[in-house]
Antibody
Framework: EVQLVESGGGLVQPGGSLRLSCAAS????????MNWVRQAPGKGPEWVAI????????HCADSVKGRFTISRDNAKNSLYLQMHSLRGEDTAIYYC???????????WGQGTLVTVSS | QSTLPQPASVSGSPGQSITISCTGT?????????VSWYQQHPGKAPKLLIY???IRPSGVSNRFSASKSGNTASLTISGLQADDEAHYYC??????????FGGGTRLTVL
């Protein structure tokens, strides 16, 4: 059974940084494209970033480009999202999601809440 | 962020069928057959119902079906059940290589 477990969320001040982690199990992580998707309170999901199976390529949404970096450690079956220069509009539940192809997500974690506020 | 327009809410009685539309453009829904639908119950993560316009993942009920015509995708739920009450989101791959989600539709089972 595929399991994705996010951690690292919390309360951070505007301009601050945070690193999210996602522990994966139940599938061959090193063969899978992986994503971060976020959902602000009361809103629909928003795709954030994607990373290739070997970590050699990444792509981020324009809204986070230059501030967020996605990475992975296949030896640890782990996905990461480093977030800098956080803003109020980054407040959301952040999910890691396994890619089925073309940014279609067949497995999601339970999410971790990031709150950006002073 | 921009989103694909969906009706804010739909409702139906148990056993009935409902359809949710997702209106895109030639840069997203109309450009590729990579349209997905997700179901989200309160406090839970989204669940994939449909991918590539009309394909159901293993384990998803055949009461869920979907299609696309031009720039508009549609999700149909037949034989409505109480547990179908949830939010439904479409998504589409875009010509810029990004992904856009729909604004979401709240389904109420009367």
């Amino acid at each position: 059974e595929v399991q994705l477990v996010e951690s690292g969320g919390g309360l951070v001040q505007p301009g601050g940084s945070l690193r999210l982690s996602c522990a994966a199990s139940g599938f061959i992580f090193s063969n899978s494209w992986m994503n971060w998707v976020r959902q602000a309170p009361g809103k629909g999901p928003e795709w954030v970033a994607i990373i290739k199976p070997d970590g050699s390529g990444t792509h981020c949404a324009d809204s986070v480009k230059g501030r967020f970096t996605i990475s992975r450690d296949n030896a640890k079956n782990s996905l990461y999202l480093q977030m800098h220069s956080l803003r109020g509009e980054d407040t959301a539940i952040y999910y890691c999601a396994k890619d089925l192809g073309w940014k279609q997500f067949d497995s999601w974690g339970q999410g971790t809440l990031v709150t950006v506020s002073s | 962020q921009s989103t694909l327009p969906q009706p804010a809410s739909v409702s139906g009685s148990p056993g009935q069928s409902i359809t949710i539309s997702c209106t895109g453009t030639s840069s997203d829904v109309g450009a590729y057959n990579h349209v997905s639908w997700y179901q989200q119950h309160p406090g839970k993560a989204p669940k994939l119902l449909i991918y590539d316009v009309g394909i159901r993942p293993s384990g998803v009920s055949n009461r869920f079906s979907a299609s696309k015509s031009g720039n508009t995708a549609s999700l149909t739920i037949s034989g409505l059940q109480a547990d179908d009450e949830a939010h439904y989101y479409c998504s589409s791959f875009t010509t810029t290589g990004s992904l856009v989600f729909g604004g979401g539709t709240r389904l109420t089972v009367l």
